[in-house]
């Protein structure tokens, strides 16, 4: 018997899944789909994850581990400016963990969540599994992809407004919002008395001497703000599914609750290493950034040279070119880069209707791959 429930199958099927397939079977393509870093974890990391193999076998506390919970409330004062207790603090599997749990609860069925569109397809998915009414606010090219708090106002309805959801450094356009922007959304949220929740997954990863600002650090903001943070791309720890939410104490024992429910606690062994890793030298993190960086450079040198243009990207590991002069179809471009370019790059309508006529490569993956990843772009356009 097959009867799948009707909102699974209202889902979106993302072509994701379909273009990393062939990516993954036809050795000729050059990737640059994958959204997680490229790099081995920090040494250190490997030798925790031996060091703690023999403690792992049972659960651990729903909320998180308490001195996993202690190295959080450090690593938040220090590095976001954000006062919290352990109260305030739930540790999940990976950010996306938490994010579900924040929208189960704050979320009633038809309550609006505002959202950036394009924004990362894991975003909305969430809000639809819980018959959440997700509205958007289009993100501009010309304005390097920023959020406008303008936009954010016309689109809020006193009655059904319950969050607005933020992403910096932002997936897939690699735009970081300025303090000056963050201030306006926290003024809308204050007047509206609506909750952010901040996805901050990318926090370290920031270029050219860009600042990440949290939020939730703003004046008053710790009863608005639920920050989502994530172990996976600062310390290259995709698989070990771990990441944390820091909010108001109400919202964050309501979650715990339902963590119970959905996977009792995040992984042992990843609690464990998590701890150790908080306390690692940034060093680690900082030599991933740096060759980031350098292949960022490499990537939007080509993109120029190439005449596609693109919106400088300040954070994360991806670039977001415009591709309207040769296609307003993302979707078969990319289809058609990927079989005839042997180039895999997501379709910016993945990641929302105002991706279309965007690409998003990601450069998680090695520099020489990238040079003739770009030199295959070169060639095909010329076809094209
Ligand atoms: C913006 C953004 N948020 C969250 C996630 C998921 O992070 P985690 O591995 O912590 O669940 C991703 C993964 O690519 C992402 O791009």
Redesign the pocket.
């Known amino acids: 018997m097959v009867d799948i429930s009707e909102r699974e199958t209202e889902l979106p099927d993302a072509v994701i899944g379909k273009l990393l397939k062939i990516a993954v079977e036809d050795k000729t393509v050059i990737s640059l789909g994958p959204?997680?870093p490229d790099f081995q974890a920090p040494k250190p990391i490997i030798e925790f994850v031996k060091k703690y193999a023999d403690k792992c076998n049972h659960y651990s506390p729903p909320g998180g581990r308490a001195a996993l919970k202690e190295e959080i409330i450090k690593k938040l004062k220090r590095d976001n400016k954000i006062k919290a207790l352990p109260e305030n603090i739930i540790v999940t599997?990976?950010?996306?963990?938490a994010?579900l749990l924040a929208t189960a609860c704050t979320l009633d069925v038809s309550e609006q969540i505002i959202l950036p569109n394009p924004s990362?397809m894991?975003f909305l998915p969430t809000f639809e599994i819980f018959d959440a009414n997700p509205v958007f606010v289009p993100l501009e090219e010309e304005e390097g992809f920023e959020i406008n708090p303008d936009e954010v106002k016309k689109v809020i309805d006193k009655k059904k407004t319950k969050v607005l959801l933020i992403?910096s450094p932002?997936?897939p356009t690699g735009n970081v919002i300025s303090k000056k922007v963050l201030e306006e959304l926290a003024d809308i949220a204050r007047e509206h008395n609506i909750y952010i929740f901040s996805?901050e997954?990318?926090e370290k990863i920031v270029y050219d001497g860009k600042k990440h600002c949290s939020i939730g650090s703003l004046n008053g903001m710790e009863k608005y703000v639920v920050t989502?943070h994530?172990?996976?791309?600062t310390y290259a720890m995709?698989g070990f599914?771990?990441?944390y939410a820091v909010g108001p104490e109400e919202l964050i024992k309501a979650m715990t609750q339902t963590h119970i429910y959905s996977t009792i606690s995040a992984p042992t062994i990843s609690q464990l290493v998590g701890a150790e890793a908080l306390k690692l030298s940034p060093k680690y993190t900082d030599a991933m950034v740096k060759e980031y960086a350098r292949r960022r450079a490499l990537i939007l040198k080509r993109l120029g040279e190439i005449g596609l243009p693109v919106a400088k990207p300040y954070g994360?590991f991806y670039a977001f070119p415009n591709i309207k002069q040769y296609s307003n179809d993302s979707e078969k471009f990319a289809n058609d880069l990927l079989t005839k370019g042997k180039v895999a790059a997501l379709p910016g309508t993945e990641f929302g209707r105002e991706g279309q006529g965007y690409l998003r490569f990601s450069y998680a993956t090695n520099y020489h791959l990238i040079e003739q990843a770009m030199d295959r772009l070169e060639k095909f356009l010329k076809k094209y």
Do not use: M
Request: with cysteine.
């Open positions: 959204g997680e599997c990976g950010s996306q963990e994010l990362f894991g992403n932002a997936n996805d997954a990318y989502l994530s172990f996976s791309k995709c599914r771990l990441g994360a």
